[in-house]
């Protein structure tokens, strides 16, 4: 079965036919770095991520870029409020975004370009759009001609009428046209700037990507990806700017994963309802973070609350029990019981997850067949006589669906002090002797310590206590 995947430019599913047989050459747009990431940031990392590496696991070599926008108004601004250099500040906050999504799993990219490493393409970008009529210069400042590109709105599937009634010139702005965009900003006083042809000064936001995909990743390229709100018109703008300058399609396919809110609204900065990153996994664990993301279809809006980042960890657990009893019960297992169709029934789990992940990366579905397995493999579990080959199989299909979603769905194997672990025995004793009173003090002693107990069909387990 082949990938099928949904094309925003054409708003409709497609099957997934890479430019070159076996490789794939993805974009994705990083983070204006100004501040910790938030949770709506944090989607798209998770989100692409994980299409990168399904990509991965059914064969392609991806070359996978990501940018990270590091002069910007909204960096300046914060640079002079910290009373930092832009720089500084920037480099301050790369680094905390690789820690970030670091935590929730998320792989670096083949490459991390920068805007101001970027910056004689950018320029040389620019140029070559006002010598071929796209763009013009007004007093230090370079517009794109938006008119000029008869493909404007396609992505977006707005038309120009539509788009000209919501356009203004701001004070200032010396643009011929109420929709041109700026491609490059004319330096104010003590800001940060760059030299070019038409004076001091720095890019405008989506030049800076147009640049980057043509220098690191060509002309045309597979996958260009981003959150919902850079459809337009970040994303519109970079088609007009690269498909005008190079008369090339940019992109095959473009993706957008959907909004997330905040107990049931948008989530916004001005509602002062964003939660950052940083603050939510001194709550809660990373990868029930990650694994609450990837519950819902990445197209799909996701809602944020305590509530439901709860049940996501529960339900992580629920996996991880049942990962655990299997691996219990081989210890004690032998060769018995019926085999055939529990062997079938891995199998078949195994070939639904590739089935729903090769359907525009359904993840929520996805992770439908792995409880699906979770309760077969209970059921099993139940039987007097199990067999070695069942209990592998299954076990191996719950470790290569939560490899492929980057989900630990196995406990970390901790060592105990020796002082619990002589607890734990003198437990198991006194119950095996019926001295209840006993066993429920040496339980609550350990509870006192983090230390969980788990009285199981297969024996007494523990855990430690985790957060949120």
């Known amino acids: 079965m082949a990938i099928t995947l949904y094309n925003t430019m054409s708003r409709k599913k497609e099957a997934f036919v890479p430019l070159e047989k076996g490789k794939v050459k993805m974009y994705v747009c990083g983070p204006t ?28 070599e991806v070359e996978f870029v990501t940018n990270f926008t590091d002069v910007d108004d909204k960096i300046i601004k914060a640079a002079k409020e910290l009373k930092e250099k832009v720089p500084v500040l920037a ?28 910056m004689p393409d950018i320029i040389a970008f620019i140029k070559a759009l006002i010598e071929k009529g796209f763009a013009y210069e007004a007093d230090g400042d370079v517009y794109f001609q938006t008119r000029s590109f008869s493909g404007y709105g396609k992505l977006s599937s707005q ?11 701001e004070i200032g702005e010396k643009k011929k046209d109420p929709l041109d965009f700026a491609l490059w900003k ?39 990806a981003g959150g919902q709100d850079l459809a337009f018109p970040h994303h519109e703008n970079e088609v007009a700017q690269s498909e005008a300058l190079n008369q090339k399609q940019m992109a095959k396919y473009w993706m957008h994963n959907g909004y997330i809110q905040i107990d049931n609204e948008k989530m916004s900065k001005s509602l002062g309802n964003f939660v950052l990153v940083q603050d939510i996994i001194k709550q809660y664990r990373p990868e029930v973070v990650r694994f609450f993301m990837l519950q819902s279809h990445y197209r799909s809006p996701l809602n944020f609350s305590a ?15 049942t990962a655990a009893n299997l691996k219990h019960r081989l210890k004690m297992s032998a060769d018995f019981g019926e085999k055939k169709f529990w062997l079938e029934q891995a199998k078949n789990r195994k070939q639904q997850f ?37 209990l592998e199989a299954m076990l191996e299909v719950i470790r290569d669906i939560g490899s492929l979603m980057d989900i630990p769905v196995e406990p970390v194997e901790e060592i105990l002090d020796e002082d619990i672990e002589q607890l734990i025995a003198e437990r198991i004793k006194a119950r095996k002797d019926k001295n209840f009173a ?9 509870k006192e310590q983090g230390i969980i107990l788990e009285d199981t069909p297969q024996g007494t387990r523990w855990k430690r206590e985790q957060k949120i």
Request: hydrophobic share 35%.
């Open 91 to 118: 480099e301050r906050f790369i680094a905390a975004y690789h820690e970030d999504t670091s935590a929730l799993g998320v792989k670096k990219a083949d490459l991390h370009p920068r805007v101001t490493e970027t």
């Open 307 to 321: 509530e439901l980042l709860t049940s996501a960890q529960n339900s992580l657990e629920r996996i991880q029990t």
């Open 186 to 224: 004319a330096a104010k006083e003590d800001e940060i700037s760059w030299e070019s042809p038409w004076g001091a000064g720095r890019p405008g936001w989506h030049i800076e990507c147009s640049a980057m995909v043509k220098k690191y990743l060509g002309e045309t390229i597979d996958i260009h």
């Open 33 to 60: 770095v100004y501040n910790y990431i938030h949770i709506g940031n944090a989607r798209p990392a998770v989100v692409f991520d994980m299409v990168r590496k399904y990509l991965e696991y059914r064969g392609y």
């Open 354 to 390: 590739i089935q729903a992940m090769d359907d525009d990366f359904n993840t929520a579905n996805g992770i439908s067949t792995l409880f699906d397995l979770v309760k077969d493999a209970n059921m099993y579990l139940q039987e007097q006589q199990t067999s070695k080959e069942v």
């Open 438 to 446: 006993r066993a429920d003090e040496i339980r609550d002693t350990l």
């Open 159 to 169: 038309s120009i009428e539509d788009l000209q009634m919501g356009a203004r010139i």
